[in-house]
């Protein structure tokens, strides 16, 4: 329900809809690269002028309000900004209180040993560790869910000393993905995946054999 992720958020963060309005968070699993993506670019090659991953979902989230011919279905993609420069929406928030995926932040350690440094939070999904990727938000604003229950997401890494070496490792180690495993997981990135993301983005239409 969008009143889950409003009550823990300030207003200037709240999304416009009543609270029992219906929404889903969508997520990308490691398989996603192989099965969505490089089809969509095999398939769409002509057509893409932006970052492919983002046109790959957005093309595919547009097929899902196809399916619902008869509702009104918003969508917010995880990349957009307000003109505020804020975000649409918070992601990690949107995944935590639909149960999705944790999201560790400071505040989950008690005995916090980084003084004055900022912090960033980051989700774990208890399959996949940190090798997916939260993608948008699918929002149904005339659905009203009055009786839908919350589930809490899964806490995978339950220990205080995990939880620091993630947050450690998420902030000052991020770019060799050390924290992607710090639970045991069932499925991660492909080697061509991992380089992929790797590659500063200008340079990535190279790897897809696509011209910018």
């Known amino acids: 329900k969008v009143g889950w992720y409003n009550a823990i958020l300030q207003p200037a963060f709240h999304l416009p809809y009543p609270d029992d309005t219906l929404a889903f968070v969508v997520l990308s699993t490691p ?6 993506l490089k089809p ?3 398939k769409e090659r002509l057509k ?3 970052d492919p991953v983002d046109q790959c979902v957005s093309h595919h989230l547009s097929r899902v309000k196809e399916k619902f011919p008869d509702q009104k279905v918003d969508v917010i993609f995880d990349y957009e900004i307000l003109p505020s420069r804020k975000p ?3 992601a990690q928030t949107a995944a935590h209180v639909a149960g999705a995926a944790y999201y560790y932040q400071r505040k ?3 005995l916090d040993p980084w003084g004055k440094k900022k912090i960033y939070g980051v989700c774990i999904h208890p399959k996949y560790g940190g090798w997916f990727a939260i993608r948008g938000l699918l929002l149904f ?3 009203q869910v009055l009786f ?4 809490a997401p899964v806490d995978c890494v339950s220990t205080e000393e ?8 998420f902030n000052f180690h991020w770019q060799d993905g050390r924290y992607r495993d710090i639970i045991e997981v069932k499925e991660r990135y492909s080697e061509e995946q991992k380089a992929y993301f790797a590659t500063p983005p200008a340079e990535r239409f190279r790897l897809l054999g696509l011209t910018q």
């Open 31 to 36: 398989s996603m690269f192989d099965k969505a």
């Open 40 to 42: 969509f670019v095999n």
């Open 48 to 50: 893409i002028i932006r």
């Open 88 to 90: 649409k929406f918070l």
């Open 108 to 110: 989950d350690v008690k």
């Open 141 to 143: 604003p005339d659905i």
């Open 148 to 151: 839908l229950e919350q589930s």
């Open 162 to 169: 995990k939880r620091i070496e993630l947050l450690e490792l």
